[in-house]
């Protein structure tokens, strides 16, 4: 079977009711995204941080899987898929994909402010003010905040080297490192890029622009690597 490699973005999830930062102009309740999303901010304003990853979390329980998350779990009967998702939602994996890497993390999860790696399964529950990881540090939203290194990067690159096809679907390739995967594609590798405001192929012939929106993209794309098995 031929290898299939997604990245995804927020677009993809934004489709399921999930409202993305560029939505808001960056703001959260009046605040930018730096003073809710770095490590700074957690240290200075733990309450505030909490609070937003919180409602974030509920946040998803209101959502569900749309028709182009749908539509890529169907593609592992077809291919060796793995997605690689800038998301920190669950919907990848509700939509049935089994193969999901998280770049910049999960908020269903919390994690040890002391040793990243110590992860805590909270499902719908909040992090509360002052709770402790049974390692006595904060616990913490297990999410990559500007500013800190990207560990999965490590895992995500070798996995695109190998792609026989490249999906990019919901990002603008504008946030990085993410958006440096697509450098390490083969260069046989077929790249598709499902993104509403793009046109053409970017001088690049192996690239082929689906100008739609992630779910009317995704039922094309089913449609031209899987002809027999229309949904």
């Known amino acids: 079977m031929k290898r299939l490699v997604v ?4 677009g993809i ?4 009711g999930l409202k993305t930062f560029r939505d808001s102009g ?6 930018a995204i730096e003073e809710v999303a770095t490590p700074e901010a957690f240290n200075r304003y733990p309450e505030r941080v909490l609070r937003f990853y919180n409602e974030r ?14 539509l890529l779990a169907q593609l592992e009967k077809h291919f060796i898929t793995t997605v690689i998702t800038q998301n920190v ?32 399964y909270l499902g719908a529950q909040d992090i509360e003010l002052g709770q402790l990881h049974e390692d006595g540090s904060y616990l913490r939203p297990d999410i990559v905040w500007f500013g800190e290194a990207v560990p999965m990067m490590d895992e995500a690159i070798p996995k695109v080297m190998e792609a026989d096809i ?34 053409g192929s970017l001088g690049n012939p192996q690239i082929n622009v689906i100008s739609k929106t992630a779910t009317e993209g995704m039922q094309e794309l089913f449609c031209n690597l899987v002809p027999d098995e229309i949904d």
């Open 57 to 70: 979390r509920r946040q998803l329980d209101a959502v569900k899987p749309n028709k182009a998350h749908e």
């Open 26 to 31: 960056g703001l959260w309740e009046g605040y």
């Open 13 to 16: 999830s934004a489709e399921s």
């Open 7 to 10: 990245l995804s973005g927020a």
């Open 89 to 120: 939602d669950d919907l990848h994996e509700r939509a049935g994909s089994t193969q999901v890497l998280h770049l910049h993390g999960e908020l269903r999860w919390a994690c040890s402010s002391a040793q990243r790696e110590r992860r805590v």
């Open 166 to 199: 490249l999906v990019v679907v919901g990002t603008s390739l504008e946030v990085y490192p993410a958006a440096s995967l697509l450098q390490f594609a083969p260069t046989n590798a077929a790249i598709y890029i499902i993104d509403p405001y793009r046109h």
